[in-house]
């Protein structure tokens, strides 16, 4: 119940965790619907229960879709998997389990330990996959594919470690990009978006186009025309989307991080600047990549473009002061 709740920022219908530390157990002993706590019977947070969550939330999108197909309706499901701990349903861990070589690992964190955990991982995807999959065939049964833009995407990069049992070298989870989760290096920040929307985007494309999460408030709302709020900072990729028009672009995208030792990052067209540890070293000198030719951040040329650097330092400076709510690093 404080402002953060959902249902307190335009959001008619939640249901799900309300507390992260909940959420880091795929079979909790309850959820909430809107503020009503939904008690689930057969689960005891353990490895395995009777009510997996993610087939519970695949159960409500659909009866949402359906109840709502007459109308105009906006649905986000943010998915728990496949974030730690490792459980899946049996069903599916088996299509791997005896397929997929494990190794030995230590654990030494507060998830759940799983006894085949890339097998686990493993499943834990495809069952995401197969309940997207659920959700896109109501669409089309429905006759609302055409018209119903679907956007899926992930909130940062792959894990490191072997946090849980995780393990994003084994999957090359990352591809060739340096950096994990909680990175500012591309490996943390690059993520794929795909998008489904028949009536309004060619499908078969791959785009380049460089754009960032606060980017799909103002596309979303230019795909229903409605107007956006300012001041926002984000810029329409709908031209890139339907193939048509001019594709405005960011003169730079930048990322303020407290988290991880604190970090900065600033990315001018193929220029890619760094700022690392900066509550143990506020001066830290910024590291700058090509990614253009050096896609995975191997090679620091800041000693060669002191002019890119610069215009990167006054930048952060900038962007930093210009928040009250999110200061940080004493400034």
Not at 30 to 51: A, M
């Amino acid at each position: 119940r404080t402002t953060g709740d959902p249902n307190r920022q335009g959001i008619d219908l939640i249901i799900g965790y309300n507390c992260q530390r909940q959420a880091h157990n795929h079979y909790p002993r309850y959820l909430w619907r809107n503020q009503q706590r939904i008690p689930l019977e057969g689960n005891t947070r353990s490895l395995s229960g009777k009510q997996y969550s993610q087939d519970l939330f695949i159960e409500e999108a659909l009866q949402f879709i359906r109840d709502h197909a007459e109308e105009p309706f906006f649905l986000y499901m943010p998915f728990a998997i496949p974030h730690l701990s490792i459980q899946v349903p049996d069903e599916s861990l088996a299509a791997y389990r005896d397929t997929m070589a494990e190794a030995d690992y230590d654990h030494r964190d507060s998830y759940l330990q799983h006894p085949y955990p890339r097998a686990g991982y493993a499943a834990m995807i495809t069952h995401m996959d197969a309940g997207i999959g659920q959700v896109l065939q109501l669409l089309d049964e429905l006759d609302l594919a055409g018209n119903t833009l679907v956007m899926f995407s992930s909130d940062n990069g792959p894990t490191y470690d072997r946090l849980g049992g995780s393990d994003s070298d084994f999957f090359q989870s990352a591809g060739p990009l340096h950096g994990r989760k909680g990175d500012v290096d591309e490996g943390g920040i690059r993520v794929p978006l795909i998008v489904r929307w028949p009536q309004q985007v060619p499908g078969g494309r791959v785009s380049d186009h460089v754009c960032a999460f606060w980017d799909v408030m103002p596309t979303v709302l230019e795909a229903v025309g409605a107007e956006r709020p300012e001041p926002a900072d984000g810029i329409s990729f709908l031209p890139t989307l339907r193939a048509t028009g001019r594709q405005p672009t960011h003169p730079y995208l930048v990322w303020h991080f407290p988290g991880y030792g604190g970090q900065q990052a600033v990315r001018v067209g193929h220029w890619k600047g760094v700022r690392r540890q900066l509550h143990q070293h506020p001066d830290a000198e910024l590291e700058l990549y090509d990614l253009q030719q050096d896609l995975t951040e191997t090679t620091d040329v800041a000693s060669e473009h002191p002019a890119v650097v610069q215009q990167m330092l006054e930048i952060l400076q900038q962007t930093q002061d210009r928040s009250e709510v999110f200061r940080w690093l004493g400034r």
